[in-house]
């Protein structure tokens, strides 16, 4: 099963180390929006379950958030 899993941050330059070390992960399918109301920015990219858990993804993701202090708002993921 594939997985999306999304990420949303209080701004782009928040995103940007994340988004980072998800391409240096290779990670290929990712996606990066900004929205217009208040300026946060979404990241979302898929996994393979076969490949990468995603409850452990998850766990990771929170982990180099956490020690990078990047200001993540919410998290969540979803089937495709």
Known sequence: MI???EFTFVDPFNA???VIM???SGI???TMKTS???GSCRVT???DECNIDPDEAIKQDLEFIKENDLKA???RW???
């Open 22 to 24: 998800l391409m240096q």
């Open 36 to 38: 217009d109301n208040d």
């Open 3 to 5: 997985y999306n899993i």
């Open 73 to 75: 708002i919410t998290y």
């Open 16 to 18: 940007q180390p994340f």
């Open 45 to 47: 990219y898929e996994v």
């Open 28 to 30: 290929t399918e990712l």
């Open 78 to 80: 979803f089937l495709l």
